[in-house]
C-alpha cells in the first residue's frame, strides 16, 4: 500500500512517462460538443479510454448516444470491436451520463512493468476512437439530424 504522496508521485510520473512515449495532443475535451470528452482512466485493476456525454439536459445527451449508437456496427467492424456502449452510466457520485469506452483488464498503474502495454494500449484505441469520430462528427454534432 502506498501513502497518498507515493500515489500522486506515481500517478504523475506514469503520466508523464506516456507523455513522452506519445509526444501528441489528444482530442480529449475539444470535441467542440459542450460536456462531451474523450478521457484515458487508469486505476490498479484496468485501463479505459473513454467518451462520456455528460450532458445535463437529459435530452440532448439521449440524442448524442443514440447518434453513436446508430454507427455501433461501423464502430466495431472498422475501429473499436470491443467498444462498450451504455446509454445509462452511473457514476460514482449517482450522476447518469452516457458513456461509450474500451477496457483493458489485468493491468495496474502501481505496477510499472504494464506501463509500456497500457501506453500501447492507450495510443491505439484513442487513435482508433479520435479517427471514428473525426470520420463521423458532422453527423454527431448536427442535432437537427436524428437518428
Known amino acids: 500500500m502506498y501513502s497518498k504522496e507515493e500515489a500522486l508521485l506515481i500517478k504523475k510520473e506514469f503520466w508523464t512517462a ?25 486505476d490498479n485493476k484496468k485501463a479505459q479510454v473513454l467518451l462520456d456525454i455528460e450532458q445535463n439536459d437529459e435530452e440532448k445527451r439521449k440524442i448524442y448516444f443514440e447518434k ?7 464502430l466495431h467492424q472498422e475501429y473499436l470491436p470491443n ?8 457514476l460514482e457520485n449517482g450522476k447518469i451520463i ?10 495496474g498503474l502501481n505496477n510499472k512493468k504494464y506501463w509500456t502495454e497500457i501506453f500501447e494500449f492507450f495510443n ?24
Open 83 to 90: 467498444a462498450i456502449l451504455e446509454r445509462n452510466f452511473y
Open 98 to 107: 452516457s458513456r461509450i469506452w474500451v477496457e483493458k483488464e489485468s493491468v
Open 18 to 42: 506516456f507523455a513522452e512515449a506519445y509526444p501528441r495532443k489528444w482530442l480529449l475535451y475539444d470535441t467542440k460538443i459542450k460536456n462531451v470528452a474523450f478521457k484515458f482512466y487508469i
Open 124 to 147: 491505439q484505441t484513442m487513435s482508433q476512437f479520435e479517427q471514428f469520430f473525426f470520420e463521423h462528427e458532422d453527423y454527431i454534432k448536427n442535432l437537427e439530424i436524428n437518428t
Open 68 to 74: 453513436i449508437a446508430s454507427l455501433k456496427t461501423i
